[in-house]
């Protein structure tokens, strides 16, 4: 056993602490110092890869289009600085590396990997009276409101 194996052994990993995948659009809560000030500096985009499993050099890419330009963090998973990833939006895809989002123009669409389940029925969220026919005049539906 070398050196590095035993640095490796005595640092603390966190494992179990991320559970999303490639394709999985986050927010990563990054510990930032400001003088004598620390705070948490947030960054949201796309995962496009996830490297090296769980060992201790183990990192992934973050991507996200920030006033007309993409801009990309790696990020190493077991920093302590990265003090929380939260799920925005869940995506299934077919790669495990999406480096091709890169070269695409405007926005890369993705199905949806999780079912979005709507709290009671259509009727109970939208009033029946507010609802407009498409083939209505803008009178007409004046007229009904009133």
Do not use: C, W
Not at 55 to 62: G, H, I, L, N, Q
Not at 92 to 111: A, D
Not at 112 to 123: F, H, L, N, S, Y
């Amino acid at each position: 056993m070398n050196k590095l194996d035993i640095f490796n052994k005595t640092q603390q990993l966190n494992l179990g602490k991320f559970n999303f995948k490639v394709g999985d659009t986050v927010k990563v809560h990054q510990k930032v110092k400001d003088g004598d000030k620390d705070r948490i500096q947030i960054f949201e985009g796309l995962v496009i890869a996830k490297k090296h499993g769980d060992k201790p050099d183990a990192t992934f890419t973050v991507r996200k289009i920030s006033l007309g330009i993409g801009v990309e963090r790696v990020f190493p998973a077991h920093s302590p600085l990265v003090a929380n990833v939260e799920i925005v939006k869940s995506a299934k895809v077919s790669r495990s590396k999406l480096y091709f989002v890169r070269e695409t123009k405007g926005k890369t669409r993705f199905k949806t990997g999780r079912k979005i389940e709507v709290v009671g029925t259509p009727a109970e969220i939208v009033p029946e009276e507010s609802v407009i026919e498409p083939t209505e005049s803008k009178e007409l539906a004046k007229a009904k409101t009133e």
